[in-house]
């Protein structure tokens, strides 16, 4: 019998820890393989880890509550099961993938103690500043001015560790009542019979990442029209095939991630984002799709390198993360590292709509609903009035690195696409 250490894994891009919720298995424990043995939630999503091997669970070493960093032992397994090679190679990923992960959040670091020693060691008035104090300073962005005005109870006047997290400590307590505040403010007089419902988890981290991308990007959003009436009658004519053949359904949106994947290989400079005054130019292509939940909350799964997907391939990653996502059944990996976000407003028959940028991203497009409608069709005899079908597209960008122009062009680009929509051959 072999022993195996179930290690928490990487949680997708900037997680290091994870908080222990449930488990699900008890001590003596006999398990098979990817049985779910506990749920964890991180700050971006709650998911659940599986067996490595079947076996018994041994010891757990975590407990329920407990925070635990990608990397530690939760549990102990015994198994009789050799490990073979490929499951040797898939420890030795994700063991590689682990030390990545702790290598990055030590890079995080060493940048947040290079910005604490690059302040001066005074503020404008002379006050001494203690390597200890610009750290904190630095951490928790409190600037020259608000040092300026503490008061220091050390030797001299001198701001102590104490001070700055007396500072800290006043700065939440001020933050807290002017919250309350405006919740007098925006509460009516008479709310006798309304029904208070607090925010779960889930719709608190959603609400913060809107918040902070509207704080972050100056959003603009343009519009354009589409007639898909060729694109329409085409997957009306190969859906029932496509079914029978593939065992997929084939719905609009994997069509609509396919265009948009050609179109960011013709617009690299829609797929990027910004770090500071740099701009990252994205080498994979990895298209986020807005999925709403049962619970009535959202999430984004990520189709990875899209661009070399044919439409079969991405039809079936687009059914198999939706049907996970509204079960609650996706990896973390999987709703991480997308480039560029599609929101389907014509699920719900909207027309259009101004998506919010999903962070660090610097786009998203909006997809409204399909309607017959007259418009102008031009004919070698003069224009004419015929039915077609028109849809809106939306594009919402940062202004901060995309102008009008380029959105202009890329918006465009996919509604070339998809007016001449054909797919690439298997």
Not at 36 to 56: F, Q, Y
Not at 57 to 67: D, T, Y
Not at 88 to 107: F, P
Request: aromatic share 4%; charged share 30%.
């Amino acid at each position: 019998m072999a022993r195996m250490n179930i290690i928490l894994p990487a949680m997708g891009e900037g997680v290091i820890e994870a908080t222990i919720n449930k488990w699900l298995v008890k001590e003596g424990a006999e398990v098979k393989e990817d049985d779910p043995l506990v749920e964890v939630a991180t700050d971006k999503v709650d998911s659940e880890i599986p067996a490595p091997l079947a076996g018994i669970i041994l010891e757990i070493k975590a407990s329920e509550g407990s925070v635990v960093k990608v990397g530690d032992t939760i549990a102990v397994l015994e198994s009789s099961i050799a490990v073979r090679p490929e499951e040797t190679e898939k420890i030795e990923k994700e063991v590689e993938r682990i030390r990545e992960t702790i290598y990055a959040a030590r890079e995080e670091k060493k940048e947040e103690l290079q910005v604490s020693r690059e302040m001066k060691s005074r503020t404008p008035s002379g006050k001494f500043l203690s390597p200890l104090v610009r750290n904190i300073a630095a951490q928790e962005g409190i600037s020259y001015s608000e040092l300026d005005k503490l008061a220091g109870t050390g030797m001299d006047g001198r701001i102590t560790r104490d001070d700055m997290l007396k500072l800290l400590d006043e700065r939440k307590k001020t933050s807290i009542e002017a919250e309350k505040e405006t919740d007098r403010e925006v509460q009516p007089v008479d709310s006798q019979g309304d029904e208070i419902i607090e925010m779960d988890r889930v719709r608190k981290l959603i609400a913060e990442h809107m918040v902070m991308s509207k704080r972050t990007s100056p959003h603009v959003t343009s519009f354009i029209d589409a007639d898909v009436t060729r694109m329409i009658t085409w997957r009306n004519s190969i859906k029932e095939k496509f079914l029978a053949r593939e065992g997929q359904k084939l719905t609009l949106t994997p069509i609509f991630i396919d265009a948009v994947a050609r179109a960011l290989v013709d617009f690299p400079m829609i797929n990027i984002s910004v770090d500071g005054n740099n701009i990252i130019k994205k080498k994979n292509i990895n298209i986020g799709m807005a999925t709403a939940l049962p619970d009535g909350n959202l999430m984004v799964p990520v189709i990875k390198n899209a661009n070399e997907k044919n439409l079969t391939g991405i039809a079936r990653a687009v059914n198999d993360l939706a049907e996970r996502a509204r079960n609650y059944k996706l990896k973390p990996d999987e709703i991480t590292g997308g480039t560029f976000t599609v929101t389907n407003f014509g699920s719900f028959n909207n027309l259009s709509g101004t998506p919010i940028i999903n962070q660090p991203q610097v786009a998203i497009l909006g997809t409204g609903a399909v309607r017959k409608m007259p418009a102008v069709v031009e004919t070698p005899d003069g224009d004419m009035i015929g039915i077609r079908q028109i849809m809106i597209l939306s594009l919402s960008y940062d202004h901060r690195v995309i102008d009008g122009a380029l959105a202009g062009r890329f918006l465009n680009r996919i509604k070339e696409i998809l007016e001449n929509y054909t797919p690439d051959p298997d």
